[in-house]
């Protein structure tokens, strides 16, 4: 009999929302889970939710998206130790 793959749980605060980015059968799987129910009624969500939401359906629906961001990704990758250093600099100036 095949091992079960083991979870990870994880507890969100209530004003937090989180991308979980997967991969199943070669496809990626994105779920969307929210610290607390979100509700469905009515067009306005928060400002979490809803970045959340379209980066799910952006990720899901325009294939090239996930390539630009992680190009984006691989050309700043260095800049983020980078700016913490200057910035460190700029304040003690």
Same mark, same amino acid.
């Not at 979100?38 to 400002?47: I, K, M, Q, W």
């Given at each position: 009999m095949a091992k079960t793959p083991e979870t990870t749980a994880m507890e969100l605060e209530p004003d937090e929302v989180?991308?979980?980015? /997967?991969?199943?059968? /070669?496809?990626?799987?994105v779920r *969307? *889970?929210? /610290? &607390?129910? &979100?509700?469905?009624? /009515?067009?306005?969500?928060?400002?979490?939710?809803?970045? &959340?939401?379209?980066?799910?359906?952006?990720?899901?629906?325009?294939?090239?998206?996930?390539?630009d961001v992680l190009d984006w990704y691989y050309e700043h990758q260095d800049d983020a130790d980078g700016e913490e250093d200057d910035d460190e600099e700029k304040e003690k100036e």
């Open positions: 989180a991308l979980i980015i /997967g991969e199943d059968d /070669g496809q990626m799987s *969307i *889970i929210a /610290g &607390v129910d &979100v509700p469905t009624e /009515g067009t306005d969500l928060a400002a979490a939710p809803e970045i &959340v939401l379209a980066l799910a359906m952006r990720l899901m629906k325009d294939p090239d998206f996930h390539d």
